[in-house]
């Protein structure tokens, strides 16, 4: 069974710059988050999807971020413009219903560095 | 205010001695637990998940428990080999919903 794939692995801006990140997450997975993790610290979920509508956005920041899931597979985030401070690991994870009947399963992660 | 908090500190053992990392939380009442172990430049991997009713989980060599009056997991990894040497995660959910929240993480570092 293949992995959650996420793409570009690395990715290196100048702040003001707009930057996207994809995802496609385990064939069957309903759920799929983005989460962000800055560097010595836990993933901070950003936005949950199930199928194609958001369960939970409630932390991802509106006015530079935003977040789609066409078709209710893949999935796509993107930052405009980039601050300095969303220099960080976006990480994307799956799960077929739910956190609570099992485990999330990640992808490697998206490194930016915003400059 | 909502917290989950692990030891910050990198956690040092020696080969072969047990391992006990420790989360504790506020303000939340989860339904359920879970650990995952992060490698570096690598996506979080599960490990276990306990539930509210459950007072232990074991997994080969892993064991956690869950006290929801003391609001605290304990993982522990016995025999511990320097392949175990990574970061562990705690994360919960609350009641009615699947919204993953994770702590800081603690690093584990195990040498021969």
Do not use: M
Request: aromatic fraction near 10%; charged fraction near 20%.
């Amino acid at each position: 069974e293949a992995g959650v794939a996420q793409s570009p692995r690395y990715k290196i801006i100048e702040k003001r710059q707009s930057v996207a990140f994809w995802c496609n997450p385990i064939s069957g997975h309903a759920t799929l988050y983005w989460y962000q993790q800055i560097l010595g610290q836990g993933p901070k979920l950003l936005i949950q999807f199930q199928n194609n509508g958001v369960v939970d956005d409630s932390q991802l920041p509106k006015d530079r971020f935003s977040a789609e899931r066409l078709k209710g597979v893949d999935s796509t985030l993107k930052i405009q413009p980039a601050k300095l401070e969303d220099s960080a690991v976006y990480l994307c994870a799956s799960t077929r219903q739910g956190a609570d009947t099992g485990e999330l399963f990640f992808g490697e992660g998206s490194r930016l560095t915003v400059l | 205010s909502q917290k989950i908090e692990q030891n910050s500190e990198a956690l040092n053992i020696q080969e072969g001695k047990t391992a006990t990392l420790t989360c504790n939380y506020t303000n939340y009442s989860p339904a359920y637990l879970q650990w995952y172990r992060q490698d570096p430049g690598r996506g979080p991997v599960f490990l276990l998940l306990i539930r509210e009713n459950e007072k232990e989980k074991r997994k080969e060599r892993l064991k956690v428990t869950f006290d929801t009056t003391l609001k605290q997991s304990l993982f522990h990894i016995t025999a511990s080999q320097p392949a175990d040497s990574a970061t562990y995660l705690c994360a919960l959910a609350g009641n009615n919903t699947d919204k993953l929240i994770f702590g800081t993480g603690t690093r584990l570092q195990v040498f021969p």
